[in-house]
């Protein structure tokens, strides 16, 4: 399939306009900054809340945008993607507000709560084994049936509506010197760093160690084939999509990593400090500023928390740490 970077990657107009789309479904997340939080990091750390978005995460965002357009462009039917847990359950409920049905692939080893989610807010649920290979197999499968492919990241739409939150943290902290947001698929990262590049702010993307398909990608220069992910950030497992790696390639200041215990440690001191639990993909934004001092130290930080779509009872499990914590 070809891929002509100019046309099929979003720009600021496109943000714009996706914001002005989904505003009246899309809930205005805070932005939160905590003095203990900036103690602790040794900076001024400005959280975009996407954990209190609807649906629980950012993907909200990029889906209504995505659904909306279908509207624009008069195509009816249902529609199909491949996901985790939060861009499923997001599509479930922007498509059941638009009077649509959705599709959802999903791992067979995936989150019983993100599961539950897709089907709660509409959505018809397809287990796949837990590989890249296996989730476009079944998603093509539900294409040749007739549905409308939406994929999670390497969507343009996406793009733009996920672009949307960078957009109204800067509008709320307009003197920030640095966004940091996770980085699975690159829907959120992309759009980032395209809502914000006429601000001149430096943008970082955080990996997990065990799923830093791009990291790797960035040294090849091509995305890799394959990679078999290894985290307990579960919404992160995903290979960097195209339009999302040029974006990374060209407008992204550097791809950084962050171990799974260092997650489940920020976990802790984000519960600790703010008395929110946020899933281990949004913990990577905090590891990740918490770990680079020489990158981080005295600036004023943009931080988008990108999900909370987690259990009290998982979130003890993985941290090993009790919710009494102060």
Not at 68 to 84: M, P, Q, Y
Not at 248 to 266: A, F, M, Y
Request: charge should be negative; include cysteine; glycine fraction near 10%.
């Amino acid at each position: 399939m070809s891929f002509e970077p100019g046309r099929d990657i979003p720009d600021i107009a496109d943000i714009h306009l996706a914001h002005a789309r989904i505003q009246d479904q899309v809930r205005l997340t805070p932005v939160i900054n905590d003095p203990g939080l900036d103690e602790a990091l040794g900076c001024k750390l400005y959280c975009k809340c996407e954990n209190l978005q609807r649906t629980g995460a950012f993907k909200f965002r990029g889906a209504s945008n995505a659904i909306a357009r279908l509207a624009e462009d008069g195509v009816e039917g249902s529609v199909a993607t491949h996901s985790s847990g939060n861009h499923g359950a997001a599509l479930a409920l922007a498509a059941k507000l638009a009077g649509r049905t959705a599709h959802i692939v999903m791992p067979e080893n995936s989150s019983p709560m993100k599961i539950e989610a897709v089907r709660r807010f509409g959505g018809h649920v397809h287990f796949c084994a837990p590989t890249d290979r296996s989730r476009a197999e079944e998603l093509e499968r539900l294409v040749q049936d007739g549905m409308i492919a939406i994929h999670p990241y390497d969507n343009a739409d996406i793009i733009a509506g996920q672009g949307t939150a960078a957009l109204e943290l800067e509008q709320e902290v307009p003197t920030l010197e640095q966004i940091v947001t996770p980085l699975g698929g690159g829907g959120l990262v992309s759009g980032t760093a395209i809502a914000t590049r006429a601000w001149g702010v430096s943008v970082y993307a955080i990996e997990p160690e065990g799923a830093a398909d791009t990291v790797v990608s960035l040294q090849r220069g091509e995305i890799v084939d394959s990679y078999e992910p290894d985290t307990i950030a579960d919404g992160l497992r995903a290979i960097v999509g195209r339009r999302n790696f040029h974006v990374i390639q060209t407008g992204v200041k550097q791809v950084l990593t962050v171990s799974d215990d260092d997650l489940r440690e920020t976990m802790v001191l984000f519960w600790s400090k703010l008395k929110l639990l946020i899933e281990p993909s949004s913990a990577t934004v905090i590891a990740g500023v918490r770990n680079h001092p020489e990158i981080f130290a005295g600036k004023k930080v943009g931080a988008i928390i990108s999900g909370g779509n987690i259990t009290p009872a998982d979130w003890v499990a993985l941290t090993g740490q009790s919710t009494e914590c102060t």
